[in-house]
Nanobody
Framework: QVQLVESGGGSVQAGESLRLSCEAPGNGFLIGDWGWYRQAPGKSRELIAVHKVGGTTQYADSVKDRFSISRVKDKDTLYLEMKDLKPEDTGVYYC???????????WGQGIRVTVSS
């Protein structure tokens, strides 16, 4: 069992920044692809950024050039740096990990980000 612990959400004004963290204490080595999804009010959950197991990163068009995903192996932590936040970035952000040879899906509990105009 891999526990994903998210932190760093909150309420900000448009144009401000936030950093989300997702920790997998002691289990980072089990994780392949590791990423962030967002569920905006009334919408389905969407992938916004992923750090692939080979080291490459991918972003949704809506966040490209504003968000940056990074993985720190010795801290078993995934970060999402979010800059120039917009009201449409509002939602619940979920950390997602693909774990082990069976490629099981694990999710964090979700963390809320609210951006006011």
């Amino acid at each position: 069992q891999v526990q994903l612990v998210e932190s760093g959400g909150g309420s900000v004004q448009a144009g401000e920044s936030l950093r989300l963290s997702c920790e997998a204490p002691g289990n980072g080595f089990l994780i392949g692809d590791w990423g962030w999804y967002r569920q905006a009010p009334g919408k389905s959950r969407e992938l916004i950024a992923v750090h692939k197991v080979g080291g490459t990163t991918q972003y949704a068009d809506s966040v490209k050039d504003r968000f940056s995903i990074s993985r720190v192996k010795d801290k078993d932590t995934l970060y999402l740096e979010m800059k120039d936040l917009k009201p449409e970035d509002t939602g619940v952000y979920y950390c997602h990990a693909v774990v082990g040879v069976l490629e099981l899906d694990y999710w964090g509990q979700g963390i809320r980000v609210t951006v006011s105009s």
